[in-house]
């Protein structure tokens, strides 16, 4: 890049600047994103500051975001075109971010300009800006209140989960800038076959969903759905085939909510994809057969995206000395699906762990956990977190430790890592060793020390490390 045009570049980060919360530049060389600029506005609650540039983006942002965060820069370099995507906060706050090539004569790096703000979630959102479907908030307003009438008119209200198989291959042949448009067409043909009674409603990409008054009508509609699908889509000359697996869900008596009666018609489906997929499957089918094995590669598909959506929760549970009278709290993660209701951890744990997210999972309740620590008032209780064996053994875990108390202005002393017996007996040479790296590199930082409890006598009850 010559002198003039980084001045340019420059001229142009400034400007942004006055308008969006964040704005930087990534340099991606070697396969990884670098930060060469950042502009944080000083109200702003960011993983990003000052003193980043010249760090790697995974170094600075935790797993969680940063591999999301990576696949989509790289598309917006692949591919030269501006990227925006969403990514919720919390339950009324949501990041909307925007990373734009910049063009280069330099074959020996890449740059991108990343822009951001923080905006409010709109509650009066009725439809979908892309596809005119109604939101799916919307749409558990409406069926929710079709549910309390029907049980009371005693009828029977039904939920078709659709799923488009095969998706991704599908997105390979027309590329992620056309899905939109055949999403809106699957839409289209799928609603000119509904009654005024139905509503059809978007889920997320692959997926949407259909209520309709009269169970028993519902297998027929299923098939009705399956067959304006049979016709290929044409997108820029290419002729598309889509096929669907549904799922089928009906009011009972035991049916209280709309979420439950959502995640029957997932289970269903789910079913469908795990038979071969363009199939149609009942709930009450489902309850009949064995699927022990069916619902951990559920679990591992929802637990892919319960940390973007922002499904899981933290619990303080507290804990206290009758000696001395002080508290001590324990984190406890607590996951609630839309799809699936509430997942007990040690259900999905077990899963997370054999499916390798755990370890993201973990630093994104060491964030939580820092950031509720670092806005209370009360500086001297702990807080406990617990560590899987995986995360015990990550090369990541002494940085991601170090970099979140610093980012939260947490001092480190305040947590305390629960170690299991099993984490420490699987190698408990490296085990040792990882708590002495830890020390070490705590003693350095300040002379602030972690805590971490084990259950294991040889290391004492509560070791400092």
């Known amino acids: 890049m010559t002198i003039q045009a980084n001045i340019q570049l420059m001229k142009l980060a400034d400007a942004l600047r006055n308008t969006y919360d964040t704005v930087y530049i990534l340099k991606y060389v070697d396969g990884r994103f670098r930060y060469d ?102 749409f558990r307003e409406f069926v929710q209140q079709k549910l309390e009438n029907q049980q009371q008119q005693n009828k029977s209200l039904a939920l078709l989960y659709v799923n488009i198989d095969k998706f991704n291959n599908i997105i390979d042949k027309i590329g992620h800038a056309r899905i939109e448009h055949i999403i809106t067409q699957i839409a289209t043909r799928m609603n000119s076959i509904l009654d005024n009674q139905s509503i059809l409603a978007r889920i997320t990409g692959d997926e949407l969903i259909i209520s309709i008054e009269d169970s028993e009508r519902a297998p027929r509609l299923a098939r009705d759905v399956q067959n304006s699908l049979v016709e290929p889509f044409i997108v820029n000359s290419l002729e598309i085939f889509v096929t669907a697996s549904i799922g089928i869900s009906a009011l009972t008596e035991k049916t209280e909510t709309v979420d439950r009666l959502i995640m029957q018609a997932y289970r269903a489906m789910f079913e469908a994809k795990q038979l071969g997929g363009n199939r149609i499957e009942r709930y009450s089918d489902c309850k009949s057969r064995p699927n022990g094995e069916l619902d951990s590669h559920m679990l591992e598909r929802e637990l892919n995206k319960a940390i973007e959506n922002q499904e899981f929760t933290v ?36 899963v997370a762990e054999a499916c390798g997210i755990i370890e993201m999972i973990d630093e994104w309740v060491i964030d939580k956990v820092c950031q509720q620590v670092g806005s209370c008032l009360d500086k001297h209780f702990h807080v406990s977190v617990n560590l899987s064996t995986k995360t015990l053994e990550s090369q990541r875990l002494e940085a991601t430790l170090l970099n979140t108390t610093k980012r939260h202005g947490v001092n480190p002393s305040r947590i305390v890592l629960e170690i299991t017996e099993h984490s420490i007996l699987q190698n408990e040479a490296a085990t040792i060793d990882k708590l002495k790296r830890l020390r070490s590199a705590w003693i350095s930082n300040s002379d602030r020390r972690f805590w971490c409890k084990s259950c294991i006598v040889k290391l004492s009850a509560r070791v400092a490390c």
């Open 315 to 350: 619990y303080y549970q507290p804990i206290i000395h009758l000696h001395t009278q002080r508290i001590h709290f324990e984190a406890l993660i607590r996951w609630f699906s839309p799809k699936l209701g509430f997942i007990a951890p040690d259900q999905f744990i077990l």
């Open 37 to 138: 600029y950042i502009s944080v506005k000083a109200d702003e609650t960011t993983y990003l500051t000052k003193q980043s540039v010249g760090k790697f983006m995974d170094d600075v942002i935790p797993r969680y975001r940063s591999e999301r965060m990576h696949s989509l820069f790289l598309k917006a370099l692949g591919e030269n075109i501006a990227v925006e995507y969403s990514e919720k906060i919390n339950a009324t706050d949501y990041e909307r971010i925007i990373s734009v090539p910049i063009e280069t004569n330099n074959v020996s790096y890449k740059l991108l300009l990343v822009y951001s703000e923080h905006m409010k979630v709109g509650n009066e959102a009725t439809f979908e800006m892309k596809t005119g479907l109604p939101s799916f908030n919307y």
